[in-house]
């Protein structure tokens, strides 16, 4: 469980706040007793500031269990209305950043691909054609490096759709699935579960002021550490 006095606080102002969420750890409760980050953030604020009763915190996004990286929450209802619109007009920027199987052919190209959800068995399948059901999912990315030792390659990711799964289904169905992601195609799984993708920046702009905010993390330099803190 993540103790309060080791949460990373990347921002904070009066409406929002955005934290580093590490692998392993729910972004939102999901009905089990697992631990997750949103009750861990209002526990933190409610201790911190010393506030009675119910402390309002709303998810904005989520992150997948054993993804890590950027998570933003907010702390009042102008906040979360403010930043839900931006979400929703896809005014925010999301820069995610992978280590994937293989060397990609082309440096730098979108991804287009039409996603539909298998709920049974809780995984998004990518079909280059619209099905009934699916939704277009598209994503530009570039590769920063390759390593040869690893056999892996490094891309920057920056979502220009929003759909669950949506980086790990693509990057799957073109045959250079995440590091450590075998529900998607990978040769083999980290022994903790880690996957080589990581929320690594996001850009948005204040609720009252309307100031462009940006916040990162480092990029690992290889597959299977994880991000640095």
């Not at 010393?50 to 992150?63: A, D, S």
């Not at 195609?185 to 009252?208: I, M, N, Q, R, V």
Request: hydrophobic residues 35%.
């Amino acid at each position: 469980m993540l103790k309060f006095e080791k949460m990373k606080i990347l921002y904070e102002d009066n409406h929002v706040i955005a934290v580093f969420k590490p692998c392993g750890l729910l972004a939102q409760g999901d009905g089990s007793k697992h631990p997750s980050l949103l009750d861990q953030v209002r526990e933190f604020i409610k201790e911190r500031d010393k506030k009675p009763g119910n402390v309002f915190i709303g998810l904005l996004h989520r992150l997948d269990r054993n993804v890590s990286g950027i998570v933003l929450f907010a702390k009042t209802s102008k906040g979360a209305s403010r930043l839900s619109e931006q979400f929703r007009e896809r005014d925010i920027s999301k820069i995610y950043h992978a280590w994937v199987e293989g060397k990609l052919e082309r440096s730098k190209a979108i991804l287009k691909h039409y996603l539909r959800r298998d709920e049974a068995r809780r995984v998004t399948h990518a079909y280059d054609k619209p099905l009934p059901g699916s939704q277009e999912a598209m994503l530009f990315y570039e590769v920063l490096k390759y390593d040869p030792s690893a056999g892996a390659s490094l891309v920057r990711i920056e979502l220009m759709t929003g759909r669950r799964h949506q980086i790990r289904s693509q990057f799957g169905s073109i045959g250079h699935p995440i590091i450590g992601d075998v529900k998607y195609g990978a040769k083999g799984a980290h022994p903790d579960s880690l996957l080589d993708l990581y929320a690594t920046e996001l850009t948005f702009t204040t609720a009252t002021t309307g100031q462009p905010v940006t916040i990162s993390l480092p990029v690992p330099d290889k597959p299977g550490v994880g991000i640095k803190e």
